[in-house]
């Protein structure tokens, strides 16, 4: 059972352009949603995350949006360079007792032309 | 600092056999947590140690097992190898159990095949 989805599974964006990432959860008790970047034979590395309680979060060139109701978040890459490229996860876990306790979405891989 | 530290980097196994990873989390973590990579199946929660304590674990069968020692550092192990065991095998370490704002950091993996 996938709990969270994530849409494209690639995507291909020329330099300077907006990228965006999609993701559903199914969960209604996931409170934390953050978004890893992983280049080819690293782990996953955190770039943003955002709580429920706010609808949008940003941190220089990344933002999420958030929407609750629709229980939808998406990550906004503005200004994509080609350093971008990498595959991105978004994720979900819930509660203090969850630990570490991640689920996944499937992953985008993003390429940023030139 | 130092990062997560996982070793080692590559593993050749045959069907059968059992494989012990290890993995020491950055200096002053306490919680460690991993995970399989597959690119079937995505990233995948395997279990969660704080303490010397298993708080969380993944559905995952009973050839997965891990342990925490005193120092923080940990170990899976996978016994008798499948051909699906083939990964890329993660460890992420924080500094507290809960707290979810607490940043995770991960390190290069295990990457593991099973022949």
């Known amino acids: 059972q996938q709990q969270v989805k994530q849409s494209p599974q690639s995507l291909i964006v020329q330099k300077g352009g907006i990228s965006i990432i999609n993701c559903a959860y199914e969960n209604t008790a996931f409170d934390y949603f953050p978004w890893y970047q992983q280049f080819p034979g690293k782990g996953p590395a955190l770039l943003i995350a955002i709580r429920p309680d706010v609808s949008e979060k940003k941190e220089g060139r990344f933002t999420i949006s958030f929407n609750k109701s629709a229980k939808q978040f998406s990550l906004h890459i503005m200004d994509s360079q080609p350093g971008d490229s990498a595959t991105y996860f978004c994720?979900?876990?819930?509660?203090?007792?969850?630990?570490?306790?991640?689920?996944f979405g499937g992953g985008t891989r993003l390429m940023v032309k030139p | 600092k130092a990062g997560v530290t996982q070793t080692p980097r590559y593993l050749i196994k045959t069907r059968g056999q059992q494989v012990t990873l290890s993995c020491s989390p950055i200096?002053?973590?306490?919680?460690v947590s991993w995970y399989q990579q597959t690119p079937g199946q995505g990233l995948q929660f395997l279990f969660e140690y704080f303490s010397e304590t298993q708080r969380n674990k993944g559905n995952f069968p009973g050839r997965f097992s891990g342990r925490q020692f005193s120092n923080s550092r940990s170990e899976m192990n996978v016994s008798t190898l499948e051909l699906g065991d083939s990964a890329l095998y993660l460890c992420?370490?924080?500094?507290?159990?809960?707290?979810?704002?607490?940043?995770?950091?991960f390190g290069s993996g295990t990457q593991l095949s099973v022949l």
């Open positions: 200096s002053g973590h306490r919680s």
């Open positions: 992420a370490s924080k500094k507290f159990v809960g707290g979810t704002n607490e940043k995770l950091f």
């Open positions: 994720a979900a876990s819930r509660g203090n007792n969850a630990g570490n306790m991640l689920t």
